[in-house]
């Protein structure tokens, strides 16, 4: 059963780029992420813990297809790919969804990798202090 609200939202602004049984991969304009992607399951699933097999395996399909192409397309040097879950992991949207972004060695923080922020001494939790 398709979220009736993710594709309103979706089809709206015309940003479905590709999609297979299970799950929509979505192309996002974005101001500093300018090729950033998401591949998010049909029906509402809140995380990837909510996946089923089926949703996981079609979910991996998009992402190796489109990684392909992206990496044909824009030949990035990397890539970051991650799910965040719950409000203090980050998702702000509650329904599953798989970033794909293509990194390049000419941005700031090219090399850091998503646990950049989290291994500063500044996130240290106040408890183990």
């Known amino acids: 059963m398709i979220c ?3 594709y309103d939202f979706l089809k709206k602004d015309d940003l479905i780029f590709d ?3 299970t799950c929509f991969y979505v ?3 974005h101001e500093i992420l300018e090729y950033s992607r998401m591949i998010l399951p049909k029906r509402c699933a809140e995380t990837v813990f909510d996946l089923n097999e089926e949703e996981i395996k079609d979910t ?3 992402l190796n297809k489109h990684k392909k192409r992206i ?3 824009l ?11 719950y409000p203090t992991g980050g998702q702000d949207t509650p329904h599953a969804h798989l970033h ?3 990194r390049f ?3 700031p923080f090219a090399g850091k990798g998503i646990r950049y922020w989290f291994k500063s001494e500044e996130n240290c939790r106040v408890t183990l202090k």
């Open 4 to 6: 009736t609200l993710c």
């Open 19 to 21: 999609e297979n049984e």
């Open 27 to 29: 192309e996002l304009p």
């Open 60 to 62: 991996f399909r998009l």
């Open 71 to 73: 990496q044909d397309e």
């Open 75 to 85: 030949s990035p040097e990397g890539f970051n790919v991650g799910w965040n879950c």
């Open 100 to 102: 794909l972004i293509p």
């Open 105 to 107: 060695s000419d941005e």
